[in-house]
């Protein structure tokens, strides 16, 4: 097995090249991705948990008929921060925290393309995300819904901040996860390791790729849509005014514009963990990799294409419906495409069920259920019976949790080891996937038949006679069960950190790039830059598919300063050395000029507002005002 | 592979195409120009909704548009002569057309914010009155910000900062600027041109 060994000076000179600075400094400053990842992936747990809190409280008050624990009210503002907790600031983060960790280490680069960038990128999402939750202390929490269909939220019939918080926290988490998104681009058409052409990419870098390109072009739907809604609430315009020649439909047209392809921004990467897990667990490539990669892509496209299936109960023209019906039909071939690969990929391996796999068998049950479920309300006349109950919430809870938190679990028991450098409990981790998956089919499949028995969503509570009372029981302990899951999980965790077997650099024999680093890796990645020849850069002489052999103890070592390779968009041919930036307070002070302009929005402060304002000016010209350590002599940037 | 032996022969953090600087200026202009195509799916979307006549004070007039988009294109082209001219190795050219863009693009806002004045309706009147302020309003935010871009990046320029293979920050502000100019095209058909027409 190739494992790099690096003569002891060189890997300190790296070392020293490389390393965040001690204390408080490094904190706020650092650019690793390796740092900035893990603390992506702590962070989405905190909102996890804290969207899971919430779900506690919604399945305590629904548990027995005429509950009444918490008031309507109340009700309202724990399931949309429940929603958009979950959906926001949890199931896509968490993806952006693999991919940061990930990339440069699958790609074999020493960072990311735009380290200050990737910074930026975490310090929005966690100043947003304190944003969010701060309404908590004044009580005004948004309460219309996570997909706050107007005129709800105009300001006459959602006076309160509640709806501002709303407004302003999505628009300042889209500056995250646009430039996230941004990042990954520049870095996937930069930075690979000479040899890492296209046809190489590990799935899940795919599944990345893909969704940075939705966001790039969805999230301005969400950012638009939150600015007119802003503007309605504060200055008095009448874009969701039906009175004044707006139309509430436009908010639907807007937010699912951009809510669909989110959908897909949040599994498609979750998607591409399994894939790669696969082969590592049946101990063969992946089958059918060129066909997986080119059905992440379209389902990307496609997922731009059905955003009215969301609408099929507004009255729109048949036509219109039925064009959006087909489309989200079609969308189910790339999804089955996936799966008869992973399915193949078992039968045709030697499936060694542990902990990852076992997650990633859930994953394609669930995946399974909740696309039947899709399809079925993908039908106009069965969603027009069903929408806005209980299968509804069956379908996006077996989507999100079946294909998100399925595979982000499955995730953490595979890599969590090159990322702590120690086990995790194998028996421990068993036990965490049998209660999370019976926990989920108790909790979340009798949804399904309370929805056709017609109990809707978002209510509050229910009287008794209506036969919903034993699912409803049923389902609370369904996600209790579930939520104990999660907890042997954090116990897992903190046992393996503590006592955990040491990992090595590639305990579970994986055929990638990010295998051959050490566990955890050191600042620098690679001591010296890789040539990579195939796609199993580290099953190469198993495999024997062809005579060339990837490079990884050999080769460029870049040690005058933080170096890396730049290298061509497509075949990945080194042109350039990058020099990357060194640790920076910008990206810190950036984000939190924009916090407080977002309170000086809130607030109606015209002060606050300009001070942030002037405060983004100051930062953003300081940030591009060259650095020293980042020009060669002769020249600026 | 020729570099193995010695990397250090390839260029450091080369100006352009090559640099990821490059890369994230073309993505964040191409979602910023998403954010303007869902503003004008608005405006299409509520007009194509309308009850009443739509623009309903009839088509905005021309008078003052005309010569302003003449203006805004003109600073494309003093842009274009600043950035080739650094190209060149001429600073004197980046100097002056930075220069002269910037005085441009602040006639600009000024004529705006006159035409602004002379409107008959508001933000508040309806939705149309919404649409016309807020997408004509985050254009010149756009200009606004190219504007601070031009400054930062002229400041540096004055500094002699830039030379003939090393001048990113003047191919990202040249790149941003033209976007700004190209989106007005777009804004000034639908919004100006189009109620004409059609």
Known sequence: ?637 | MATAANPYVLPINPAERKNPGWWAMVLIITTEAMLFAYLLFAYFYLGSMASTPWPPGGPPELKLVIPNTIILIVSSGTMWWAESGIRAGSQWRLRSGMLITLLLGIVFLAIQGIEYSRKDFAMQSNAYGSLFFTITGFHGAHVFVGLLFNVVVQLRAWLGHFTAERHLAVTNAAMYWHFVDVVWLVVFTSLYLAPHVM
């Open chain 1, 1 to 637: 097995m190739a494992t790099t060994t690096i003569p002891a000076p060189l890997g300190e000179r790296l070392t020293r090249i490389w390393e965040t600075a001690p204390g408080l400094y490094g904190v706020l400053a650092t650019v690793d991705h390796k740092i900035i990842g893990r603390r992506y992936l702590v962070t989405s747990m905190v909102f996890l948990i804290l969207g899971g809190l919430e779900a506690a409280m919604i399945r305590t008050q629904l548990a027995a008929p005429d509950m009444h624990l918490v008031s309507p009210e109340m009700y309202n503002q724990i399931f949309t921060m429940h929603g958009m907790t979950m959906i926001f600031w949890y199931a896509a983060p968490i993806l952006s925290g693999f991919s940061n960790y990930l990339w440069p280490l699958m790609l074999g680069a020493r960072d990311m393309a735009c380290p200050r960038a990737n910074a930026l990128s975490y310090w929005t999402f966690l100043m947003s995300g304190v944003f969010l939750y701060s309404s908590v202390l004044l009580g005004q929490m948004p309460d219309r819904g996570w997909f706050a269909y107007a005129p709800l939220t105009e300001a006459q019939f959602s006076p309160g901040l509640n709806m501002d918080f709303y407004a302003i926290g999505l628009t300042f988490l889209s500056v995250s996860t646009t430039v996230g998104a941004i990042n990954f681009i520049a870095t996937l058409f930069k930075t690979r390791a000479p040899g890492m052409s296209l046809n190489r990419l590990p799935i899940f870098v795919w599944g990345t790729l893909t969704t940075s390109f939705a966001i790039v072009f969805a999230t301005p739907a969400l950012t638009a849509a939150c600015v007119l809604l802003f503007l309605d609430r504060r200055v008095g315009t009448h874009f969701y005014d039906a009175a004044l020649g707006g139309s509430p439909l436009l908010w639907q047209h807007l937010f699912w514009s951009f809510g669909h392809p989110w959908v897909y921004i949040v599994v498609l990467p979750a998607m591409g963990i399994i894939s790669d897990l696969m082969p590592t667990f049946c101990r063969r490539p992946l089958v059918g990799y060129t066909f997986v990669a080119l059905a992440t892509v379209s389902t990307g496209i496609l997922g731009f294409g059905v955003w009215v299936h969301h609408m099929f109960a507004t009255g729109l023209p048949p036509t219109a419906a039925s064009f959006f019906s087909a489309a989200s039909m079609v969308i189910t071939i790339p999804s089955a495409v996936a799966v008869a690969s992973w399915l193949a990929t078992i039968w045709l391996g030697r499936p060694i069920f542990k902990t990852p796999l076992l997650f990633a068998a859930g994953f394609i049950i669930l995946f399974v259920i909740g696309g039947v479920s899709g399809v079925a309300t993908a039908a106009i006349t069965f969603d027009w019976q069903l929408t806005d109950t209980y299968f509804i919430v069956a379908h996006l809870h077996y989507v999100l949790i079946g294909i998100n938190v399925f595979a982000v679990m499955a995730g953490f028991y595979y890599w969590l080891p090159k990322i702590t450098g120690r086990m995790l409990s194998e028996s421990l981790g068993q036990l965490n996937f049998w209660l999370m998956f019976l926990g989920f089919g108790v909790g979340f499949f009798p949804m399904h038949t309370l929805g056709l028995l017609g109990m809707p969503r978002r209510v509050y509570t229910y009287h008794a006679g209506q036969g919903w009372e034993w699912q409803n029981l049923w389902i609370t302990i369904g996600a209790y069960v579930f939520a104990l899951g999660v907890v042997v999980f954090i116990v897992n965790v903190i046992w393996s950190v503590v006592r955990g077997e040491l990992a090595g650099p590639n305990p579970w024999d994986g055929p990638t790039l990010e295998w051959a680093t050490p566990s955890p890796p050191p600042p620098y990645n690679f001591a010296v830059i890789p040539t990579i020849a195939s796609r199993h850069p580290l099953w190469e002489t198993r495999l024997d598919e062809t005579e060339m052999r990837s490079q990884l103890d050999s080769g460029p070592v870049l040690d005058a300063g933080r170096d890396t390779f730049g290298t061509t968009p497509l075949d990945a041919e080194p042109d350039e050395i990058l020099r990357m930036p060194m640790d920076t307070m910008w990206p810190f002070f950036l984000s939190l000029s924009i916090l407080v302009i977002c309170y000086g929005l809130l607030t109606n402060l015209v002060w606050l507002g300009i001070l942030g304002a002037v405060a983004l000016f100051v930062t953003i010209a300081g940030w591009f005002w060259p650095q020293p350590s980042m020009t060669p002599a002769g020249g600026e940037v």
